[in-house]
């Protein structure tokens, strides 16, 4: 008995030469600006934020 | 030629079967730890105690029903794309049985309390040696068989099929690295802060590369082979691959927000993290518009709404995951009960729903027959959905409420709540969770049965025929 | 895919060896560049080795599986400081293999356990849970008392971490009970850091004379808060157990103002402070209640 294997022409016809969805494209980019933002904003050397001085100032609206 | 692919079938089936037993038993320790956390009296003497428990349901579902599913799962793609038997059909049947013995081994030291309390990598370096042993079988002959195949092309899943066998390679080895004190016990070679980044690097990417990569290559391969429909775009296949297998290595650092790891770490880690959204998308979208050329398939044929549901879970999943990792999320949430019902979405409603359609799919094509009951594969699958739903609901419920409770002040500066007050408002989420966990057992009993029932029918109707 | 045919899609070595670098780069840039940098071995001045009595209660931590519901890391966080104490620095954790801080706090954080109790509070305590919290998810360890330590299976542990160790070291490893040494490690967790409350409570701050004094829901509330928080170390009818008695102690009618002060800032080493975790009525009320015990 000849076992059947898989052709790739099943998976790969004509109709899968779609381009990239719009929506996902503007989510992919968005995404990496962000990122890049994010990664400037709580990087210490870039901003000189720090998970300490976050918490030093929300210990001073501690009322004694 | 009927020989070797018999034979080739024939390991593909034992890991199958291997996965069922293993997951049983995972799945029946899951239900007894989950009762053990609002009744402490459910704890028996040592080696039933919650924290060897814990670790053994983790361990034994991860290992022994993801692992050895993808296994089986992997070679039966692998030989099918490759247009050719595996080249060395014996190593695979060893591989399949030192994967039992190893199993057996791996939970009989877990109950001993030999762990390494690394997460995912609780086991000593015996068994990791084993590991290390049954993964490199592995890799032979999946590698063998892409290197020597008779199809020109790489079909997607091969691609996630050879990251996953890469990178789970160097992520097991450079983590289980440890200095050894004895046959049971070792020590983590990298010490306090860098041991914990060495570990989450492991962590957070041996979940990507053994729960996310081989189920996409599930995902991937199966969807049009169940529906006849190809997947929608191959250049997003394409860049969704790549950009994923990129990020991912940048983001175990968000499993130590807010610990000792210096800040830059943690920061890349968090925006690795929420960048990953886009190709996990990706593969989302891919899937919603493979389907969405007829979306007659989901009531015509049983297996499209398993893939469909199980994406949808893995595109919720990957929202839900890197919005954790933002640090104003992580401190409400990480360390609570929000985490297990995350986890649970993942393992349950996306690994576990493909690798059952999967199974689905490859039992009746193996056996040479039909399902035995596309009725009560229905059934399976809305049971396992009310389970896994009413499981992470309840869990993010609690995680949301006890995660407040631990931050609310009063106005003299004083926290409102003690631990205590914070820990008996769970259980009743907690047994909840109890209950959904039954149901989601009663639910994969269904698919259990199904599957048996069918090699029962395949076995028989071979035996006719001859 | 015609015109993909001659791609990297159909080199399986090429394709392999740019899968490889591809998840190397993060690898790299995030772990093993930091690995060989200072900052990621930072220890402090007076953090010393594990002796081998808190090594071989290390190795129980482990082996019993603790960390699936015990973190060790106090986040810079208000929350987290105000209930455990000062947030969790990197050079404390130099000879921690592994780190052991864990992912979910089904009980409390022990980051800062070290010396807030006193011995005989954990050998109670693993002994039988319930009886400190009587509503407590924590299992029994029972067995604990009874196993001995495997001392030349630890010395072997020692030498294979290179902490060192004396004779005295060896001889007493060779008589303690697993529960002790489990015990001896909970007792110098996080002790290379000053203990420090974020809350810290003097004569100053409060009411010179308790404003609930007398009230019967106060008494009735401070009693509550008693059962729930005191009764394990003082006993459930204020008899004393770990702690001294108390109704002893309010037989020798105190201050109110000394009594809420001991119960906000605790004694160093023999009772924790509840400053950070019960508000300034509801330590008034332990004190009514304390007063209605005379």
């Given at each position: 008995m000849q076992e059947e294997f898989d052709n790739l022409e099943e998976f790969t016809r004509e109709d899968t030469e779609n381009a990239l969805p719009l929506g996902w494209l503007i989510l992919f980019i968005g995404l990496i600006v962000f990122g890049i933002y994010y990664v400037y904003a709580y990087t210490p050397a870039f901003t000189g934020w720090s998970q300490e001085k976050a918490l030093q100032e929300s210990m001073q609206t501690q009322p004694k | 030629m009927n020989n070797e692919f018999h034979y080739d079938y024939k390991t593909v089936q034992g890991f199958v079967l291997s996965a069922i037993f293993w997951g049983v038993i995972g799945l029946v320790m899951g239900l007894l730890i989950s009762a053990q956390l609002w009744d402490a009296n459910l704890n028996f003497g040592e080696y039933f105690s919650y924290g060897r428990l814990r670790t053994l349901h983790v361990n034994v579902l991860a290992y022994g029903l993801g692992i050895g599913a993808e296994f089986g799962i992997f070679y039966y793609i692998v030989m099918r794309l490759t247009k050719r038997p595996l080249v060395l059909p014996k190593l695979a049947r060893f591989h399949l049985w030192l994967f039992n013995v190893g199993m057996v081994l791996a939970t009989l030291s877990l109950f001993a309390g030999m762990n390494q309390s690394l997460?995912?990598?609780?086991?000593?370096?015996?068994?990791?040696?084993?590991?290390?042993?049954?993964?490199?079988?592995?890799?032979?002959?999946?590698?063998?068989?892409?290197?020597?195949?008779?199809?020109?092309?790489?079909?997607?899943?091969?691609?996630?099929?050879?990251?996953?066998?890469?990178?789970?390679?160097?992520?097991?080895?450079?983590?289980?690295?440890?200095?050894?004190?004895?046959?049971?016990?070792?020590?983590?070679?990298?010490?306090?802060?860098?041991?914990?980044?060495?570990?989450?690097w492991y962590g957070h990417n041996a979940v990507g590369f053994l729960f996310t990569t081989p189920i996409l290559a599930m995902f991937y391969y199966f969807l049009p082979k169940s529906t006849g429909l190809p997947i929608y775009s191959h250049r997003l296949s394409i860049i969704s691959f790549w950009s994923l297998i990129f990020a991912y290595l940048w983001t175990g650092a968000h499993h130590l927000v807010y610990t000792p790891l210096p800040d830059w770490i943690q920061t890349l880690?968090?925006?690795?993290?929420?960048?990953?959204?886009?190709?996990?998308?990706?593969?989302?979208?891919?899937?919603?518009?493979?389907?969405?050329?007829?979306?007659?398939?989901m009531r015509t044929n049983y297996l499209t709404k398993f893939f469909i549901v199980g994406i949808t879970f893995y595109?919720?999943?990957t929202i839900q995951g890197p919005s954790q990792g933002i640090r104003v999320i992580s401190s409400l949430i990480h360390y609570t009960d929000w985490v297990p019902g995350h986890v649970h979405m993942g393992t349950m409603g996306w690994v576990t729903m493909v690798i059952c359609?999967?199974?689905?799919?490859?039992?009746?094509?193996?056996?040479?027959?039909?399902?035995?009951?596309?009725?009560?594969?229905?059934?399976?699958?809305?049971?396992v959905l009310i389970g896994q739903l009413m499981f992470s609901i309840t869990m993010w419920?609690?995680?949301?409420?006890?995660?407040?409770?631990?931050?609310?002040?009063?106005?003299?500066?004083?926290?409102?709540?003690?631990?205590?007050?914070?820990?008996?408002?769970?259980?009743?989420y907690w047994q909840m969770r109890t209950v959904a966990g039954v149901i989601f057992v009663v639910g994969m009993l269904f698919f259990v049965y199904n599957v048996l029932m069918t090699i029962k029918k395949g076995n028989d109707l071979a035996k006719q025929a001859a | 895919m015609s015109n993909h045919e001659n791609s990297l899609y159909s080199k399986a070595v090429l394709f392999a060896v740019v899968a490889a670098v591809t998840v190397l780069i993060g690898t790299i840039v995030t772990v093993f560049v930091p690995m060989f940098t200072a900052g990621m071995h930072p220890k402090n001045e007076n953090?010393?080795?594990?002796?081998?009595?808190?090594?071989?209660?290390?190795?129980?931590?482990?082996?019993?599986?603790?960390?699936?519901?015990?973190?060790?890391?106090?986040?810079?966080?208000?929350?987290?400081?105000?209930?455990?104490?000062?947030?969790s620095k990197a050079g404390e954790f130099a000879y921690d293999r592994p780190f052991l801080w864990g992912s979910k706090r089904t009980g409390p954080d022990l980051a800062r356990i070290g010396g807030k109790y006193p011995d005989e509070w954990h050998i109670q305590h693993f002994e039988n849970p319930q009886a400190f919290f009587p509503k407590s998810n924590m299992p029994k360890y029972t067995w604990l008392k009874n196993k001995p330590v495997n001392a030349p299976e630890t010395l072997a542990h020692m030498k294979a971490l290179g902490f060192p160790y004396t004779e005295e070291d060896a001889t007493a490893l060779a008589s303690a009970t697993q529960l002790d040494a489990l015990v001896a490690?909970?007792?110098?967790?996080?002790?290379?850091?000053?203990?420090?409350?974020?809350?810290?409570?003097d004569a100053s701050m409060i009411e010179a004379a308790n404003p609930l004094a007398g009230k019967p829901e106060a008494i009735a509330e401070g009693q509550a808060i008693y059962k729930a928080e005191c009764a394990g170390c003082h006993g459930q009818n204020a008899e004393g157990n770990i702690g001294a008695s108390i109704s002893d102690y309010a037989k020798?009618?105190?201050?109110?103002?000394?009594?809420?002060?001991?119960?906000?800032?605790?004694?160093?080493?023999?009772?924790?402070?509840f400053a950070g975790q019960l508000s300034k009525d509801k330590i008034w009320s332990v004190v009514s209640y304390i007063n209605s015990l005379k």
């Open positions: - | 997460e995912y990598a609780e086991f000593e370096w015996p068994i990791d040696i084993a590991i290390v042993i049954l993964w490199v079988l592995f890799a032979i002959n999946v590698l063998g068989n892409v290197f020597t195949r008779k199809e020109k092309n790489m079909y997607v899943s091969l691609w996630y099929v050879i990251a996953t066998i890469i990178t789970v390679a160097i992520l097991y080895i450079v983590n289980n690295l440890a200095i050894p004190a004895s046959l049971t016990k070792s020590y983590h070679l990298f010490a306090g802060v860098n041991s914990a980044n060495v570990e989450w880690g968090i925006a690795f993290t929420l960048f990953l959204i886009a190709p996990s998308w990706g593969s989302v979208v891919n899937g919603y518009f493979t389907v969405d050329r007829d979306w007659s398939k595109g919720l999943q359609a999967s199974v689905y799919y490859m039992i009746p094509a193996m056996y040479k027959t039909e399902i035995y009951s596309q009725k009560l594969a229905n059934i399976h699958f809305w049971i419920i609690t995680g949301i409420q006890q995660g407040a409770m631990w931050k609310m002040t009063n106005a003299d500066g004083s926290l409102q709540y003690t631990f205590m007050e914070t820990l008996v408002r769970n259980y009743p | 953090l010393q080795p594990f002796t081998a009595l808190q090594l071989a209660g290390r190795d129980i931590y482990q082996a019993e599986g603790c960390v699936n519901c015990h973190t060790q890391t106090v986040r810079p966080l208000k929350a987290d400081v105000l209930r455990y104490g000062e947030y490690y909970m007792q110098v967790i996080g002790t290379s850091v000053a203990r420090k409350e974020a809350i810290v409570v020798g009618e105190p201050a109110d103002t000394d009594t809420y002060i001991t119960v906000a800032n605790g004694l160093e080493g023999a009772m924790p402070a």
